[in-house]
Nanobody, 124 residues
Framework: QVQLVESGGGLVQAGGSLRLSCAAS????????MGWFRQAPGKEREFVAT????NYADSVKGRFTISRDNAKNTVYLQMNSLEPEDTAVYYC?????????????????????WGQGTQVTVSS
């Protein structure tokens, strides 16, 4: 079992920045690839970024950066130049399957564990 706890969400003005954190715990947490997804009201959950193959959704490329601190079993999502369209609940997820390409990394059904989510609201 892997437990994931996100933090760092909040309200920010357009053009601002936030850093999300996801702390993983569990005996084998370090062996999992980590990803970020988001879900806006009335929309389906969508892929944002993954740590192992460093893939990003086109909508966040150049603005968001994923990183991982293995010593702390924590993955981060630095979000810069935020836009109102980035408003969503952001979820951290863990995947045991190896993925080398975007098509694999972006599949939500490949992730076995999910956090509870953290709200990000960007005002215009």
């Amino acid at each position: 079992q892997v437990q994931l706890v996100e933090s760092g969400g909040g309200l920010v003005q357009a053009g601002g920045s936030l850093r999300l954190s996801c702390a993983a715990s569990g005996r084998t947490a370090s062996s999992y690839a980590m990803g970020w997804f988001r879900q806006a009201p009335g929309k389906e959950r969508e892929f944002v970024a993954t740590s192992d193959s460093t893939n990003y959704a086109d909508s966040v490329k150049g603005r968001f950066t994923i990183s991982r601190d293995n010593a702390k079993n924590t993955v981060y999502l630095q979000m810069n130049s935020l836009e109102p369209e980035d408003t969503a609940v952001y979820y951290c997820a863990a995947r045991s399957r190896y993925c080398s390409g975007y098509g694999c990394s972006a599949r939500a059904d490949y992730y076995e564990y999910w956090g509870q989510g953290t709200q990000v609201t960007v005002s215009s």
